[in-house]
């Protein structure tokens, strides 16, 4: 492990979720909506993300898409079921950890998650580095933050599978060549206002009325 520079700092990162489960307890209102988790990368995001949806029967689904070599994205991604999955006629959102150039999201959101009939499906990710995009048929409806087109790891993402445990984003010291203090700022200014909870809206303990 070497010394990783902050990027998004945890606080950031959890206002942002905030923000990203509203707007989804609000689309989905009184509905039942199966969370897919694209593991491993997207797993801490996922989590977080289900605990903050109010007021939607959330249903939880995994499954595990490869297609990174270290660095390098890889233009046929795998998918592996851990479980079989029951998609048809369901109303689905893909969580994902990041999207790069989009040949992961494009695939399973146009071509594998299809042959199983959903209602509908929407794509939620943490980040959108949005310079490295090479196919632009997934637009997904929530996203966390844009990011510069700099490797990431932590909150999930990895570089050969180490960093993944750590609470915020950041870059890899080594492979920083210019400030992102800039970078730093464009990020936090994404945060919308700051969302109060509210307890009597929380699920806290108390019984839950969906
Ligand atoms: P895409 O197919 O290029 O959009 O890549 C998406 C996948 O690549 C993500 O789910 C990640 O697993 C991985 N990925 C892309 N960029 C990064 C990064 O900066 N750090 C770690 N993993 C990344
Ligand atoms: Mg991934």
Not at 64 to 84: G, I, R
Not at 121 to 148: N, S
């Amino acid at each position: 492990m070497e010394k990783v520079v902050s990027l998004i700092d945890k606080e950031t990162i959890d206002l942002r979720i905030k923000e990203i489960a509203k707007k989804i307890s609000e689309d989905y209102k009184g509905k039942e909506v199966v969370m897919i988790c694209v593991l491993k990368g997207a797993a801490p995001f996922f989590t977080d993300l289900c605990q903050e949806i109010v007021g939607v029967n959330v249903k939880q689904e995994y499954l595990k898409a490869s297609s990174y070599d270290k660095e390098e994205s890889n233009k046929n991604p795998t998918v592996e079921y851990l479980y079989k999955i029951d998609i048809k006629d369901k109303d689905v959102i893909v969580v994902e950890d990041i999207i790069d150039t989009g040949y992961s999201l494009d695939y399973l959101v146009n071509t594998e998650l299809p042959m199983k009939g959903p209602k509908s499906i929407e794509v939620a990710v943490m980040l959108d580095k949005t310079e490295g995009r090479e196919v632009g048929t997934v637009t997904p409806k929530y996203t966390g933050f844009a990011v510069p087109d700099l490797f990431v790891v932590g909150k999930g993402l990895d570089y050969d599978e180490e960093y993944r445990f750590l609470p915020f984003v950041g870059v890899l010291e080594s492979k920083l060549n210019r400030s992102i203090d800039q970078d730093i700022q464009n990020i936090k200014a994404q945060l919308g206002t700051p969302v109060t909870p509210k307890e009597d809206n929380k699920f806290l303990g108390k019984n839950v009325n969906i």
